[in-house]
């Protein structure tokens, strides 16, 4: 069975500049997390699916981050005009329905680099 | 204010030894608490998880001790492995409200052979 994918793998960008995240999720699981991690910490929920639907993205810095899931499968993660704060690695997750309990299987996770 | 709280940045341990790695939390609604593991270049990865209606969870050489009275658990890796060095992250949720899981800012396990 695939893991969850993500790409690209690395991204370097200038203050300003804009980047697309992808990930395609484990076959069959309806509900899709995108997490940032900083440099020595742990992972913090951005937004989270199910379907094509936001359940919830009250911790997504929404002036200049944006999400999606069109199809309930693949989600992409926008992030425009970049800071050098949003240096971190993207990570996105998918398990076989949300609530507590549930396994999150995640990605290699997207290393952004803003300078 | 940091929910779910992982006492040290990193702990080095012996080949064989025993490592403990501890953690506490702040919300009594929490009762879901896993553990991921993380290697370098990698994204965390489930390794161990228990309920708070159970107090010890076993499996392999890993092994929850939780206290919900004291709101604090600890990770126990028996026999410890060069295999072993990652980083561990413990998490929590909780079944009613918000489900959302909740990390730590990890333990960094260094196992020299």
């Known amino acids: 069975e695939a893991g969850v994918t993500q790409s690209p793998r690395y991204a370097v960008l200038q203050e300003g500049q804009a980047v697309s995240f992808w990930c395609d999720p484990i076959?069959?699981?309806?509900?899709l997390y995108w997490y940032q991690q900083p440099r020595d910490q742990g992972p913090q929920l951005l937004v989270y699916?199910?379907?094509?639907?936001?359940?919830?993205n009250s911790q997504l810095p929404s002036d200049r981050f944006s999400a999606v899931r069109p199809k309930g499968t693949n989600s992409t993660l926008k992030i425009q005009s970049a800071k050098q704060g949003d240096t971190a690695t993207y990570l996105c997750?998918?398990?076989?329905?949300?609530?507590?309990?549930?396994?999150?299987?995640f990605g290699e996770g997207s290393r952004l680099i803003v300078v | 204010q940091q929910q779910v709280r992982q006492s040290s940045q990193s702990l080095t341990v012996w080949e064989g030894e025993t490592a403990i790695l501890n953690c506490s939390y702040e919300?009594?609604?929490?009762?879901?608490f896993p553990w991921y593991q993380q290697f370098p270049g990698e994204g965390p990865a489930l390794l161990i998880a228990?309920?708070?209606?159970?107090d010890k969870k076993e499996d392999g050489r890993f092994t929850i001790f939780f206290n919900k009275r004291e709101k604090n658990l600890s990770l126990h890796i028996k026999d410890s492995q060069p295999g072993d060095s990652a980083t561990y992250f413990c998490?929590?949720?909780?079944?009613?409200?918000?489900?959302?899981?909740?990390f730590g800012s990890g333990t960094q396990l260094t196992v020299m052979p």
């Open positions: 997750a998918s398990s076989p329905n949300r609530g507590a309990g549930n396994t999150l299987y």
């Open positions: 076959s069959g699981h309806d509900t």
């Open positions: 699916f199910r379907d094509e639907a936001v359940i919830d």
């Open positions: 919300n009594s609604a929490f009762d879901y």
């Open positions: 228990i309920r708070s209606v159970s």
């Open positions: 998490a929590a949720s909780a079944s009613s409200g918000s489900w959302q899981l909740i």
